[in-house]
Each structure stands twice: as structure tokens, then as C-alpha cells.
């Protein structure tokens, strides 16, 4: 008895000591990680503060230099027997240009009510025909399909494959892909392609959701599709917010295969560089879902998108409320036009629908859901971009502050496991970098018009004759001006490190996560508790009111020649033209005057950069510590990817290898050219322009439909890329017979054409493939056939 007694206690003292070794294991686990954790915060918030204040003090301080030194230079200018003509001169002039631009600013309030009375209509320049209504359709939505009418002049084929431009609906309305001539639809129809706009009305449809704008965009791609039965499958391009919006139509709709175009589009708006991208920590700093679910409440369940063009706006004050009103001033006469004709498109304010951005805001900025493959569109019918089936292009730029290349881009690294899981479903994947435009320059400027959008629209001929991968398409050798420019497009293998390499890390995306869990938790509060009582004190007439009382309406109306504040100034402005005498160039006033211009702008650029590194150093403070990252865990979490092993197992993959060593002469061109290129650094757009024509025109490839081609470039590539040996020693299989070999080595040989500086690589893979074939091998490449290594991981190689 006693001695059960002893065994019991000893055996529960053992217990206690277990767990309590345990519990202290936990803790110095937990302990260490909060450690780990805020030394993280620590260096973020060093990071931040050390970038932020060193591009503060280079950019102002160069600034401050170039002002002082130009107010010096001013002095010596200021001469006595001058001065008084100089400045009789300049004061008659500033005078007039004063009255000009308040006549300018009086049309642009009378274009905002005439563009507000209309419904706002696209600001397109060119006619077009409505060819479908989402209004009319069962289930309706404020959006429609339009034809855009050519030009005099203007030819397009029938049979070229069709455009569709989406625009953005992020506030504005839509035309800005085609508001003038050197323009994504102006680009498209001189190369003879038939263009059609998705275009959308100002208010929506009562109840209308994101799900039933992705029904009505699919169904319009599907009635171009109808409409031209005979061209290529259409391209869907996408402005910023029209950018996921057709990745999402594509996600949902696998059976629209033609190419869809990114430009910059916010597919990954976590993602950024410290010290950089303000914009994406609005949403830890000012609040998360709640906000826009309040002010639609008090919209009578209506969000009002001026207040989101107020948030681009604030984004860059310095241009937005004095730069952009000055060069107006500085030449009413010329910039009025173009001055007004932007305003127009700018001044257009829409309206969603509550749950439309809702889903915006919580699933996709703040959850960021869709990279995380949890977005779901409509109950049970979750997101995938993997769904998607038709070759994707991504255009950023490094001067975009709104969608920088890592928003653009890093959703690959989170979808795909590398790029070979990308060749091994059959997918393409084509990115473009500008160094400097800005957001909206990527949509309007006429020189990247003329060149990245002339280069995309070149490459969206071809596509289809891609071997699946990851691409970086490059423009060289830019020769000429304007309408004459000619350049040259190079297509460069890329690897995820590539993409990878664009960011300084993700580590600070922990804090991201920690957002979307408060914003859900601060959502439920709002919903439970102050939701009633905001609905339940708004009217629809209260709505209206506070829309038409919203800042930049009233600033609009306020100018209009309907406001007494504008009484007489067309009077005097026709009087200030009748009589108009500019100052000369040299007047030294103008430069004070410009010299004095750039002074509060870069006042007002000092205040912004001063509350965007507040913005970043708040946000790390509040949300990369421990707690919050402990907080936020559970949405951290990326989506699962795959490993090799569960790749070689889909069903594509094992029957095409499987049957690796039947077939013809398709498979053994189509074989022979992705092994070619896999081993090359890269290659011109030529030798895709040659190899599309042979590849849709030409024996054995000509009596192949547009999916069997496509099957045989995935197969091919499965092949070539998990079993490089094998594809090499199966040739002769395929080209059993003398006539066969022959037809394919000259294909090759006019496909490929002169290679300049081909790499090592490519040269011993001409040698292997000269022996495998027993062709007679050039003398330069006689040496010993190399082994390559399949490892299902090629080592980032350029085609």
C-alpha cells in the first residue's frame, strides 16, 4: 500500500516536472520569437526612418540648391534701366493670363455640369455603337459593350484579332484608353484590329454586385468573339482596377483563352519597398473595412467615387492643387485644351454599389484575398488565378507610386511554385518594365503609346506560338520620333527570383495581415452596432446632398458660369484675348515667376514626403510588433504550392510523358525549338514573327486547330523541361523516315535564321541534337555531346 502510494506520487511528481518543462519550453519558444519579432519592427522602423529621411534630404536639398542659384542668377538680371519696362511688361501680361485661366477654370466647371447632366459618357474620341447592355441582360449591371467606329481613313481587317479595352472604375468613369488619337485604341486600330471598349454608366443598377459585372464582361468578350469568328481569340486589356477585374473574369471563365493585358494593375497590394509606396499603409493607418461601409451608409447603400479620386489626389498635392493650375496659368492659351479635355475624365464622379466595394476593399486591398487563393466572388465559387487559361502580360512601372512593379508582379511568386510549374500548365507569363512613367502615363501618355503599347500589340499577334514560361519582353534599339519610331522587341527567360529580386523583402507584409484581422473585427462592430442607426438616419435625399456637397463637386459648380462667383469673367477674358500681349520670353519676371512657382511645390512636396514617412512609421509601429504579428497569423498565411513531385503527377503530365516518343514531324519541330530556346539567352520578336507564320500557315502545322496547336506547345514543354535527356534521344522516333528529318531541319533552320553570340549552352545542345539525329555536326560545335541534368529545375537560363 504504501509502496503504491510512493509509485503515485513519484509518478504525478514526474508529471508536474514535464509539464512544467514543457510550459518553460513554450515560453522560452514564445519569449524568443516576440524578441525575434521586435527586432524585426525595430529594423523596419530603422529602415524606414534611415530611407525615408536620406530621399528627403537628397531630393530637397538638390532642390533648395538649384532655387537658390537661380534666384542668384535672377539677381544679376535685374538691371535698373530695365526693371520698370520688365515689370510694366510682366504685370500686363500676368494680368491677362489671370483672366484666362478663370475662363478656363469657368468652362471646366460648365464641361463638369453639362458631363454630370449627360450621365457622364465615356470621354472616348472617337464614335462607337453600343453593341450590348448590361441593363438588358439577367443579371443586370450598369455596364456595356461598345463598338468604337474607325476613323476616316482607318481600315481595320475584320479577321485581326479584336481588342477589349476595360477602364478602370476606381472613381472615375471610363475612355481614358481612348480619350486621343496616340492611345491604346488609337494604337490598335491603325494596325488594322477591330477595338471594342467596356464601357460603364455613372450610377449602378439597384443590388448589382462585382459577380454580375464579371458575368456581363465575359458575355461581352464572348459576343466579340461571336462577331468575328474567324480572328484569333479576342485580347482583354486592363487599365489599374480594369486589370484585376479581367483577371478575375478570366479565373472564373477558363473558356476564354485569349490574351489578357495588365497595366498596372494592383493584383498584390500588400507588396511594395520600405521607405516606399505609401499608399498601401492607408488602410492600417485611417481604417479598414468600416470606412467605406460607413460612408455608403450614409449614402443611402451608395459609395461616391469622388471620394476616391480625393485620395489620388492627396496622393501628390504639390501637382494635384497648384501645379497643374499653374501651368494652366503659365500658358492659358495652349494648355487650355488639353487642360480641359483631362478635367472632363477627371471631373467624372461615379457611383458603386455597397457590397461592390465592400468586396473591393475587404477581399482584394485590405485581405488580400485573391493572391491568397481565398477570394471568393460569389458564395462557394472560390478564385483562382491558376484557372486562368490565356497568356497573361503585366505592364508596370518603377515611377508608379500607386501600383509599383510589386503589386504588379509578386502575385506570381505567390501562385506558382517557380516558373517550371508555370511551363508545366501550359501557361505564359509576360512582364514589362517602365522606369519612370507615372500611373496614369501608363493609360495616356502618347509616348508610351507609341512604343510599350505598339510593342504589346506587335507581340499579341504571336502569342500563341510561345512555349509556356516566364517572360521579360524588352524594347532596344529605339531608333526614330513620333509616328516613325521603329525599335526592337527581345523576349528574356526569367526565373520567380527575378520577379523577387524587384522587392526588398516581404517580411514587412506581417503587419498587412494584422490589418485585414482588425479590419474584420472592426467590421463586425460597425455591422452589429452602428450600422442600424446610420441607416436608419439617412434618406435618399440626405445622400444626394452630401454628394452634391462633396469638395471637388462644389469646387467644380463653384466656377461654373451657373455661380455668381463667375460673374463677367467670360466678358473679360474675350477682352483679354482681343488685347493680348505677352511678356517676352527673357522677361526676368517669368523666371521669378517660375522660380517662385517651384518653391511651393516643393514646400508642398516636403509636407507630403514628411506625412508619408509618418504614415509608414506608424504603420510599423502599430502593426509589425509581436502581438499584432500573433494577432494577424492566421491571415498571413500564403496559399499551398505544390512541389515537384505533385506536379509530375497531373494527369497532362504523366500522359505526355508517357508518350514522349510518339508523333511526327510537329511534335519534333515544336520539340527541337523549345529545347533550342531553353538554351539560348534570349531571343528577337523576329524569330516569333517567323515561327507563328510557319506555325499557323505551313504543312505539317496549317490543318491543326487552334487547341491542338496549343496542346502540342504544352506537351513539348512538359517534356523538354522535366525529361531533357530523353527529349533529345525520342527524336529520332519522330522522324523516322529520311523525308521527314529533312522538312524539319529546314524548318528549323528558317525559323531560327542567324543567332547572334549564342551562348555555351545553346551550342552543345545544336551538337546533341545534330548526333541524336546523326547529322553531320559544323566543325565549330565538334565536341563531345554533354549530359544535361533532369532535374526539373532548369538554372536561369535566357530564351
Known amino acids: 500500500m504504501t509502496s503504491n502510494v510512493q509509485a503515485n506520487t513519484l509518478g504525478t511528481s514526474r508529471t508536474l516536472a514535464d509539464d512544467t518543462g514543457y510550459l518553460q519550453d513554450r515560453t522560452a519558444i514564445a519569449v524568443a520569437r516576440a524578441l525575434d519579432r521586435s527586432g524585426l519592427q525595430w529594423e523596419m522602423l530603422s529602415q524606414a526612418a534611415s530611407l525615408n529621411a536620406r530621399r528627403i534630404a537628397e531630393n530637397h536639398t538638390e532642390h533648395t540648391h538649384r532655387l537658390i542659384q537661380g534666384f542668384a542668377d535672377l539677381a544679376t538680371q535685374m538691371t535698373p534701366a530695365t526693371v520698370a519696362r520688365n515689370w510694366s511688361e510682366y504685370l500686363r501680361d500676368a494680368g491677362q493670363r489671370v483672366v484666362l485661366t478663370l475662363d478656363a477654370l469657368r468652362e471646366r466647371g460648365d464641361v463638369f455640369l453639362e458631363h454630370e447632366a449627360a450621365g457622364c459618357p465615356p470621354v472616348l474620341a472617337y464614335e462607337y455603337e453600343v453593341v450590348a447592355d448590361g441593363a438588358d441582360l439577367e443579371r443586370p449591371c450598369n455596364y456595356q459593350l461598345l463598338r468604337i467606329i474607325p476613323p476616316e481613313g482607318v481600315a481595320v481587317d475584320d479577321q485581326s484579332r479584336p481588342y477589349v479595352i476595360i477602364d478602370p472604375r476606381a472613381g472615375h468613369g471610363g475612355g481614358i484608353g481612348g480619350f486621343k488619337p496616340d492611345s491604346q485604341v488609337g494604337v490598335a486600330l491603325a494596325k488594322g484590329h477591330p477595338v471594342y471598349f467596356v464601357n460603364f454608366r455613372r450610377d449602378p443598377v439597384p443590388g448589382q454586385t462585382l459577380a454580375d459585372v464579371m458575368h456581363a464582361e465575359a458575355g461581352f468578350v464572348r459576343a466579340v468573339r461571336a462577331r468575328h469568328p474567324d480572328s484569333p481569340q479576342p485580347v482583354v486589356i486592363g487599365n489599374c482596377q480594369g486589370g484585376w477585374a479581367t483577371l478575375l473574369m478570366a479565373a472564373c471563365n477558363p473558356d476564354l483563352t485569349g490574351p489578357l493585358v495588365l497595366n498596372g494593375a494592383p493584383v498584390s497590394p500588400w507588396s511594395g519597398e520600405v521607405g516606399e509606396n505609401p499608399m498601401r499603409y492607408n488602410g492600417g493607418v485611417l481604417g479598414g473595412t468600416w470606412q467605406p461601409m460607413f460612408w455608403s451608409d450614409l449614402g443611402a447603400g451608395q459609395f461616391d467615387g469622388a471620394n476616391l479620386v480625393m485620395n489620388f489626389e492627396q496622393l501628390n498635392p504639390s501637382r494635384n492643387y497648384f501645379g497643374k493650375y499653374f501651368d494652366l496659368y503659365r500658358d492659358p492659351e495652349g494648355g487650355r485644351e488639353r487642360f480641359i479635355d483631362f478635367e472632363r475624365w477627371w471631373g467624372g464622379f461615379f457611383i458603386l454599389n455597397e457590397k461592390e466595394i465592400h468586396w473591393i476593399v475587404e477581399q482584394l486591398f485590405v485581405g488580400n484575398r485573391l493572391v491568397r487563393n481565398t477570394a471568393q466572388l460569389e458564395p462557394g465559387v472560390p478564385l483562382d488565378i491558376k484557372a486562368v487559361r490565356g497568356p497573361i502580360f503585366v505592364f508596370a512601372s518603377h515611377g508608379d507610386n500607386i501600383t509599383p512593379p510589386q503589386q504588379a508582379l509578386n502575385w506570381i511568386a505567390d501562385t506558382y511554385t517557380d516558373e517550371e510549374e508555370i511551363r508545366l500548365r501550359g501557361q505564359r507569363i509576360i512582364y514589362?518594365?517602365?522606369?519612370?512613367?507615372?500611373?496614369?502615363?501608363?493609360?495616356?501618355?502618347?509616348?508610351?503609346?507609341?512604343?510599350?503599347?505598339?510593342?504589346?500589340?506587335?507581340?499579341?499577334?504571336?502569342?500563341?506560338?510561345?512555349?509556356?514560361?516566364?517572360?521579360?519582353?524588352?524594347?532596344?534599339?529605339?531608333?526614330?520620333?513620333?509616328?516613325?519610331?521603329?525599335?526592337?522587341?527581345?523576349?528574356?527567360?526569367?526565373?520567380?527570383?527575378?520577379?523577387?529580386?524587384?522587392?526588398?523583402?516581404?517580411?514587412?507584409?506581417?503587419?498587412?495581415?494584422?490589418?485585414?484581422?482588425?479590419?474584420?473585427?472592426?467590421?463586425?462592430?460597425?455591422?452589429?452596432?452602428?450600422?442600424?442607426?446610420?441607416?436608419?438616419?439617412?434618406?435618399?435625399?440626405?445622400?444626394?446632398?452630401?454628394?452634391?456637397?462633396?469638395?471637388?463637386?462644389?469646387?467644380?459648380?463653384?466656377?461654373?458660369?451657373?455661380?455668381?462667383?463667375?460673374?463677367?469673367?467670360?466678358?473679360?477674358?474675350?477682352?483679354?484675348?482681343?488685347?493680348?500681349?505677352?511678356?517676352?520670353?527673357?522677361?526676368?519676371?517669368?523666371?521669378?515667376?517660375?522660380?517662385?512657382?517651384?518653391?511651393?511645390?516643393?514646400?508642398?512636396?516636403?509636407?507630403?514626403?514628411?506625412?508619408?514617412?509618418?504614415?509608414?512609421?506608424?504603420?510599423?509601429?502599430?502593426?509589425?510588433?509581436?502581438?499584432?504579428?500573433?494577432?494577424?497569423?492566421?491571415?498571413?498565411?500564403?496559399?499551398?504550392?505544390?512541389?515537384?513531385?505533385?506536379?509530375?503527377?497531373?494527369?497532362?503530365?504523366?500522359?505526355?510523358?508517357?508518350?514522349?516518343?510518339?508523333?511526327?514531324?510537329?511534335?519534333?519541330?515544336?520539340?527541337?525549338?523549345?529545347?533550342?530556346?531553353?538554351?539560348?539567352?534570349?531571343?528577337?520578336?523576329?524569330?516569333?514573327?517567323?515561327?507563328?507564320?510557319?506555325?499557323?500557315?505551313?504543312?505539317?502545322?496549317?490543318?491543326?486547330?487552334?487547341?491542338?496547336?496549343?496542346?502540342?506547345?504544352?506537351?513539348?514543354?512538359?517534356?523538354?523541361?522535366?525529361?531533357?535527356?530523353?527529349?533529345?534521344?525520342?527524336?529520332?522516333?519522330?522522324?523516322?523516315?529520311?523525308?521527314?528529318?529533312?522538312?524539319?531541319?529546314?524548318?528549323?533552320?528558317?525559323?531560327?535564321?542567324?543567332?547572334?553570340?549564342?551562348?555555351?549552352?545553346?551550342?552543345?545542345?545544336?551538337?546533341?541534337?545534330?548526333?541524336?539525329?546523326?547529322?553531320?555536326?559544323?566543325?565549330?560545335?565538334?565536341?563531345?555531346?554533354?549530359?544535361?541534368?533532369?532535374?526539373?529545375?532548369?538554372?536561369?537560363?535566357?530564351?
Not at 525549338?673 to 507564320?693: A, F, K, P
Open 432 to 799: 514589362m518594365l517602365h522606369e519612370e512613367v507615372g500611373h496614369l502615363g501608363i493609360f495616356v501618355s502618347s509616348k508610351v503609346a507609341r512604343k510599350e503599347h505598339s510593342g504589346l500589340t506587335s507581340t499579341l499577334e504571336t502569342v500563341e506560338a510561345m512555349a509556356p514560361g516566364l517572360y521579360e519582353m524588352q524594347i532596344e534599339n529605339i531608333e526614330g520620333e513620333g509616328a516613325e519610331k521603329r525599335f526592337e522587341i527581345r523576349f528574356v527567360e526569367r526565373r520567380l527570383t527575378d520577379v523577387a529580386a524587384l522587392d526588398d523583402g516581404r517580411r514587412d507584409e506581417t503587419g498587412f495581415a494584422a490589418v485585414a484581422e482588425v479590419s474584420e473585427l472592426q467590421a463586425g462592430l460597425y455591422e452589429t452596432f452602428a450600422r442600424p442607426a446610420v441607416q436608419a438616419l439617412t434618406t435618399p435625399s440626405t445622400a444626394k446632398a452630401l454628394r452634391d456637397l462633396h469638395p471637388l463637386r462644389v469646387q467644380r459648380a463653384a466656377q461654373s458660369s451657373q455661380s455668381t462667383a463667375a460673374f463677367g469673367v467670360q466678358q473679360l477674358a474675350q477682352a483679354a484675348r482681343a488685347q493680348r500681349a505677352p511678356a517676352a520670353p527673357d522677361n526676368p519676371f517669368l523666371t521669378a515667376e517660375k522660380l517662385t512657382a517651384d518653391w511651393v511645390e516643393q514646400a508642398m512636396d516636403l509636407g507630403r514626403d514628411l506625412r508619408d514617412a509618418w504614415y509608414e512609421m506608424t504603420f510599423h509601429a502599430l502593426w509589425n510588433g509581436p502581438l499584432a504579428a500573433t494577432f494577424g497569423q492566421q491571415q498571413a498565411e500564403r496559399r499551398t504550392l505544390p512541389d515537384l513531385e505533385s506536379l509530375r503527377a497531373l494527369p497532362e503530365v504523366k500522359s505526355a510523358l508517357a508518350h514522349m516518343g510518339q508523333g511526327g514531324v510537329a511534335e519534333a519541330v515544336v520539340r527541337i525549338l523549345i529545347l533550342l530556346g531553353g538554351s539560348n539567352r534570349s531571343y528577337r520578336s523576329e524569330m516569333l514573327d517567323r515561327w507563328s507564320d510557319i506555325f499557323t500557315r505551313e504543312e505539317p502545322f496549317a490543318d491543326l486547330s487552334v487547341e491542338r496547336r496549343q496542346h502540342l506547345l504544352h506537351e513539348q514543354s512538359i517534356i523538354a523541361t522535366l525529361d531533357p535527356d530523353g527529349a533529345v534521344e525520342t527524336l529520332p522516333d519522330l522522324l523516322a523516315h529520311p523525308e521527314d528529318q529533312a522538312l524539319a531541319v529546314a524548318l528549323i533552320d528558317r525559323i531560327i535564321g542567324e543567332v547572334e553570340a549564342p551562348t555555351p549552352e545553346l551550342k552543345a545542345m545544336a551538337r546533341d541534337l545534330c548526333h541524336a539525329l546523326n547529322l553531320k555536326t559544323p566543325k565549330e560545335f565538334a565536341e563531345t555531346p554533354t549530359k544535361r541534368k533532369a532535374t526539373g529545375v532548369r538554372k536561369g537560363r535566357k530564351i
